[in-house]
């Protein structure tokens, strides 16, 4: 009984402590009228540029084209705290949203990126949020490429080959739909793609000029490897519930399958939790 007695006074302390407590949500501001500004950052002439870009919420578009500086391009936006800011430290140059203090997205919020790069050397590093992005990095001259996102729809694309050796392409994703198109063009030794649930496709396409090693790993998820018949390729599956359909071109022994072709050898590894993994050309 006084078991009771306690346990019935301790319900009724936390429940007044309860109405004492408050939260202060971040204010989501009322849109003005549209801004636009133009961006441009003149190239460092240096071996070790790094750029790199820091989106919120949005559409980011970026392309090829700049032609006497580092980056070209424009920005409109709605709300004072989206203002883009450029930090330059030497070789190290940023471009970022302002510090904002606010939940983005929300009704009415225009964010709106397109930026085009010049062929410097470079690494290029892209962080962004919920956004929408319309990457084509094709013929740049990248050393490395390193993307993180949210909650994204993104078209990643290499139209043309990338004229210097590329060390490493990572992408780090959340429940997105990502695109890479092309990515035999990036001429990448290395590729690390992670991401939750989502759909994902990689398209190989383009020309390999070296050796590539390639390691997918995440959860439940819709994976779509495009790989052309003329590709040495040998894609490993360490999972035993993901759904796998691939083209006649394709052998199976176990976990691994196996495409003969020609030139450089393509190696793909694949750590899936479940889900669909399609391998077609």
Known sequence: MKAKVILAILVLSLASMACGFSVDLPSRPTPGPEIKETITVADPKSEG??????????????SPGAK????????????EDLKPEVIENGSNIEIKQSNLKILPPFKGMKNEWDLELGDASMDLVISAGAYDGKLELGGLS?????????????????????????SLLSYSTGAS?????????????????????????LDFNGDFQQDAFVTIDAGLWNVSLVIPKNVNAQVTVESAAVNISHGSSWSQTGQNYIQKGNGPTLTVTVKMAAGNLMISD
């Open 49 to 62: 540029t790094r750029l790199s870009i820091s989106f919120g919420a949005g559409k980011l578009t970026l």
């Open 68 to 79: 006497r500086n580092l980056v070209e391009g424009t920005v409109v936006y709605n709300v």
């Open 142 to 166: 990248l050393r490395s490429l390193e993307v993180k996102d949210g909650a994204a729809d993104v078209d990643l694309s290499f139209s043309k080959p990338n004229p210097i050796e590329m």
């Open 177 to 201: 739909d990502v695109r890479l198109t092309g990515l035999a063009n990036a001429n990448f030794s290395t590729l690390t793609f992670s991401g939750g649930a989502g759909n994902y496709t």
